[in-house]
């Protein structure tokens, strides 16, 4: 259904980016997730919360390590701060990336799709019908514009 979903509704989208978000909760930073807080709670009783919470630490063999990274694992909290920091790098890459690689207006048009559909209208005024199906098959498999 998700599929289904892309196909009917992001007909405009030229392109998708991926990312592997494995091991997303061991590796934020803690000088950046506060930071990021920071820009929208201005309460500092509440950042002192945070910050506490993420360099609480852990207990293994009953020996205290201390935490430099990542957030509390199995905590309420940890998928909500991970959407945060996510959400940074979603704006970077709205507001950064897309410009710098979507240059221009208009995509630049397809020869090949153009040199299809100039034989196609060729073909049509010879009257030659079965030569026309054949390229409407093919234009349909190819995109338009680059």
Not at 113 to 135: I, N, P, Q
């Amino acid at each position: 259904t998700a599929l289904r979903d892309v196909v009917n509704t992001w007909t405009g989208t030229a392109w998708f980016i991926e990312g592997d978000i494995a091991q997303c909760f061991d590796r934020l930073d803690h000088s950046v997730m506060l930071r990021i807080l920071g820009e929208k709670i201005h309460g500092n009783r509440f950042l002192r919360l945070v910050r506490n919470m993420l360099t609480a630490g852990y207990m293994e063999d009953w020996v205290w390590n201390a935490t430099h990274s990542g957030s509390p694992q199995g905590g309420v909290v940890s998928p909500i701060l991970s959407n945060i920091y996510l959400h940074k790098m979603d704006e970077y890459i709205e507001k950064v990336l897309i410009p710098e690689c979507a240059r221009g207006r208009v995509r630049k048009s397809n020869r090949a799709f153009h040199r299809v559909w100039a034989a196609m209208a060729s073909a049509r005024k010879r009257g030659d019908l079965t030569k026309v199906r054949e390229l409407r098959k093919q234009l349909h498999s190819m995109p338009s514009m680059d």
